[in-house]
Structures are given as C-alpha cells and as structure tokens.
C-alpha cells in the first residue's frame, strides 16, 4: 500500500485523495503483473505499463493541468507552485506534484462564482479577466 512520507503545506486533501487513489491502482497493476510473471515465470513483455513514474502521471493527468512525478533520489526536489507529496511505492519514494484543473479545486462545477456567489456564474465578460 502507498505510504505518504511528506507533503507541503499547499498540499490540498483533494490533490492528496488524488493521488491515493492513483496510487492505489498502480499498486494493484504492478502486483497483478507480479503475479502474472511468477505464473508465467518471465518478466512483462510490455515494459512500458511498468514504468511506475508514468503509469501515476496518466492516471493524475486528466484531473490536472501539469503533473510531475520523480523517484526520489535522496536530494530532495523542487515544484514551485505545485501541490506536492511524498509517497512510498511499490517499494520505492516518489515526489508527486500536481497543478489541479480549476473544476477539481472548487464546488458546484468548477467556477470561481459558484463558490463566492457573485457574478455571472453562466460565463459574462467579466470572466476574461479570471485568472484562476
């Protein structure tokens, strides 16, 4: 099971549940493809599904603007701007970062009025100048 190690204080419980939850499913294809090659007693044919820091990355990337995943390499990493976290994986630490889509960050659709209240919520001139 992934084990958060670290995450910064910008670290949103969304972004965290995000992330476990991608965490969660690589964990179970990187076992189930265990299993599979202990039957079969080779290794993957396809090497690619394997590569963990991009199998995170595809799973975190619909629901995000920008993803970052590197292994930890004992040096620490930097992602300014980005919500960011430190998982055990499958038996190694990775650094996850993510910019989350605004529609993932707010209530009620994603838009910056639904959660104030004021405003156009249906999209007026106004929205142009946003900057979310």
Known sequence: MAKLRWKS??????ALGLIEVALKKVEEEVSAAGDENAKNGSAPRDQQKQHIPTMI???????????????NVGEGACFRGMQCAQYS???????????????????????????TGGGDAGGGADEEKRHY
């Open 57 to 71: 990355n595809d799973l975190l990337y619909p629901s995000c603007i920008a993803v970052a995943v590197s292994p």
């Open 9 to 14: 204080n910008s670290c949103t419980d969304r």
């Open 89 to 115: 994986v499958a038996g190694k630490v990775y650094n996850i970062a993510v910019i989350m889509k605004p529609e993932d960050l707010a209530p009620g659709g994603g838009r910056l009025n639904d959660v």
